[in-house]
């Protein structure tokens, strides 16, 4: 009971956290059909920025101005280089969003160095939040499911009750109509672009400490959010949401399962002879590779997603 | 125009001048980005803080020491380009310490370079590698280590956990690669024969330098009801797996290898009081410290890095004794020379077995405590605990047999 209620918080806390970094990538993806390659370079830089100014500012600051600078970044990078790709076709773009990706991670490298920064979580979150049986809940554990929670809402009520969240759910699923009724939808992906690249830095904010700032982390988390948005269906933030929370679940939980081939053929009455070392691998093993192969599963059985608005 | 060839003539001669010494140049191959970055900087400002001392007081048969970096990213491919930019810039020393699958790489690579190349022979010095199997069943004249291997390492801590009558659960946890496999295999044998009472609650490889949320295997710990962990974890894996555990206040015994530095006090801080334990050939509390004031210099030296490898100094002191005592830089005579070698390092006398090229050198068990200004003089990485010995394991206690049967040239 303890190892499943540990678990599922920690498998929460995860999968909140991807939901922030795939909300704005699944944005930006079934908007301007750009699959933003250079997404988790932006989660990065929130994360450097974070850094920066904290040992000038403190923490309370970082986490409002690195978001706001990244976004602000985002929608240059929008405006003055994404557009002008956008002439050249979807490939023009794919590479362009490639080719940041790389430029971001050596520049990174140039400004703060190959190794890791000493980013780290401010002294008034390092305690413990509650107990859990035996188990203690970190207080920035929790703090990390109130900003992610914070800013789903926050993310729910802009789309549905504003104006320009009308014209954004509109533009998701009809972008061709919503311009042939004459709004402004370059506009509209340039808010887009910066709104999902600063929503991308606020997690870079908050994961950068509680993992570790290197210039590695843009590649290990970029991989994963790209399954999020497939898994999730494309424009719905709905389906990023599940697809988030179930890939952080099953990340968690499936470490916790000691399970392999071995035994389900012990369960069928076949006995598996122990060299085999595949014959071994355990579900803990396996840990990493199951969000890629729920990817992979749900290409084949149910393209759109699990909650995706169109086929294409 | 004319001035700038007189400048650029006068840079040339300035350059020659420095380099009237004809060098030693030892191509440095380890992580310089990615995740073990941190781990492969300290190492190399450790190598030159000593070529330093050692260039200061003369060098190595009158020559000096240069250390040339090579970034390996932590993978053996890379490794190999990196050692054929080495051949190439006709470099004839290499030492790395980051990862055994790189060091099974890159001994490979020497014998066979050797072999065609006997008169460019290249020399490795392995100084933290530490799968057993380079001194047993893959060893080879080319190669010498620098530091205990990790069967020996497993040992000593099994020595102390036999006495250890608290200990009743044991989770084993390690990266999955060569050394996390290493050691978990060796610590099942060997407490199977020490401790048969103790039971192994739990197994796990997790990818090496890729999970950054150890939570879920530190819940895993806990629902399994370990009293101790053993771990080979080494740079950010250790400083994280050590931090959830600190996070979900788990109360389990941690027996490591490395927890001494590189980050590791810092991540777990008081809450590792009494909980840790390293086992180094030495830490900054030893008696007696000889590398104390070394140790001191390099700290101030070097903001934010803390001097942690003594058998890096004890490699290059023995390295500069062997070409003294040679009267050569020829990696053959060198090898030669420092086969066998006896020497009186900083931790007490060490000695270069000739069987397996294996140094056997004293050995130290500590725990994370508080400074009481006695037993645990200094901190450790501004935490306000460093290291207390627990156990102190001679040279010859140290030592296991080897099954190695050397080819010489």
């Known amino acids: 009971m303890e190892f499943f209620l540990i678990s599922l918080l920690n498998g929460v806390t995860y999968g909140l956290l991807l939901f922030m970094l795939s909300s704005g990538l699944t944005l930006i993806f079934s908007m301007m059909g750009v699959l933003n390659f250079a997404h988790a370079s932006f989660y ?66 140039l400004v703060w160095g190959k190794s890791s920064v000493d980013y780290k979580i401010p002294e008034y979150f390092d305690g413990t939040l509650f107990t859990l049986f035996s188990t203690s809940f970190p207080i920035y554990k929790g703090f990390m499911m109130l900003v992610s929670v914070g800013m789903l809402v926050a993310l729910y009520l802009l789309l549905t009750r504003t104006r320009i969240g009308l014209i954004i759910q509109a533009a998701l699923s009809k972008p061709d109509m919503v311009q042939a009724l004459g709004h402004d939808v370059p506009k509209i992906f340039m808010l887009v672009f910066g709104g999902g690249t600063a929503l991308a830095g606020l997690a870079g904010v908050i994961g950068g400490n509680a993992f570790i700032t290197e210039p590695g982390m843009a590649a290990a988390v970029g991989s994963i959010v790209f ?76 393209p759109r997603g699990l909650m995706g608005a169109r086929e294409s | 125009m004319t001035h700038r060839i007189r400048s650029t003539v006068a840079v040339g001669a300035l350059l020659l001048a420095g380099s009237a010494f004809a060098q030693v140049k030892i191509a440095y191959i380890d992580p310089l980005s990615g995740p073990f970055a941190n781990v492969g900087e300290a190492g190399l400002k450790g190598f030159r803080e000593i070529a330093d001392t050692i260039n200061a007081k003369g060098g190595a048969n009158g020559q000096k020491i240069e250390f040339v970096p090579f970034d390996n990213k932590g993978s053996p491919q890379e490794s190999l380009i ?50 057993p199997t380079l001194t047993n069943d893959k060893c080879s004249f080319w190669h010498f280590r620098f530091d205990a291997n990790s069967d020996m390492k497993m040992e000593a801590i099994t020595n102390f956990m036999e006495k250890d009558k608290s200990i009743k659960k044991v989770f084993i946890i390690g990266q999955d690669y060569a050394h996390g496999h290493q050691v978990a295999k060796a610590a099942k044998a060997m407490l199977a024969k020490k401790r048969p009472d103790v039971q192994i609650v739990g197994e796990d490889l997790h990818p090496i330098g890729r999970t950054k949320d150890f939570a879920p295997y530190i819940a895993k710990i806990k629902a399994a009801g370990a009293d ?29 290898y490395y927890a001494g530095g590189l980050g590791t006090p810092a991540a777990m801080g008081p809450a590792g009081e009494g909980l840790v334990l390293q086992l180094t050939e030495w830490h900054m509390n030893v008696q007696p410290n000889k590398a104390e004031a070394f140790a001191t210099a390099f700290n101030k030296k070097y903001p934010g890095v803390e001097f942690y490898y003594l058998r890096v100094n004890t490699m290059m002191l ?92």
């Open chain 2, 82 to 131: 990196n050692f054929k930019a080495v051949t190439d810039q006709g470099i004839r020393f290499i030492t790395q310490g980051n990862g055994s699958g790189v060091a099974h790489a890159l001994v490979d690579a020497v014998n066979k370079w050797n072999a065609r190349n006997p008169d460019k022979t290249v020399l490795y010095l392995n100084y933290a590698a530490v799968d």
């Open chain 1, 227 to 302: 399954v999020v948005v497939v898994v999730g269906g494309m424009g719905s933030l709905a389906g990023a949401f599940v697809a988030s929370l179930l890939i952080g679940c099953i990340q968690t939980f499936s470490v916790g399962i000691t399970f392999s081939v071995t035994d389900l053929a012990a369960l069928f009455g076949v006995r598996l002879e122990d060299s085999s070392a595949v014959a071994r691998l355990t579900v803990t093993q396996l840990a990493p590779v199951l969000p890629y192969l729920l990817m992979v599963a749900i290409l084949i059985f149910r």
């Open chain 2, 318 to 409: 023995m390295l500069a004794e062997a070409m003294n005592k040679a009267k050569s830089t020829d990696p053959k005579q060198v090898a030669l020379t420092l086969e066998d070698m006896r020497f009186e390092a900083d931790n007490g006398e060490v000695w270069m077995r000739k069987s397996d090229h294996q140094m056997i050198q004293p050995l130290y068990i500590s725990i994370f405590s508080k400074v009481d200004g006695k037993a645990v003089k200094h901190e450790v990485e501004h935490t306000g605990h460093g290291f207390k010995t627990l156990a102190s394991i001679t040279a010859r206690d140290s030592q296991l047999p080897t099954t190695c049967i050397m080819e010489r040239p």
């Open chain 2, 228 to 256: 101790t962990v053993i771990t080979g974890n080494w740079g950010n894996d250790l400083s994280l797996l050590i931090k959830a555990a600190k996070d979900a206040g788990l109360k389990a015994k941690f027996h490591t």
């Open chain 1, 44 to 109: 990065m830089l929130g994360a450097y920025f974070a850094y920066q100014i904290s040992t000038y500012l403190g923490f309370g600051a970082a986490l409002l101005v690195a978001p706001l600078v990244v976004g602000a970044l985002g929608a240059v990078v929008e405006r003055y280089g994404l557009r002008k790709a956008h002439r050249f076709g979807h490939v023009a773009e794919l590479l362009f969003t490639f080719g940041l990706a790389f430029l971001v991670e050596e520049i990174v490298h």
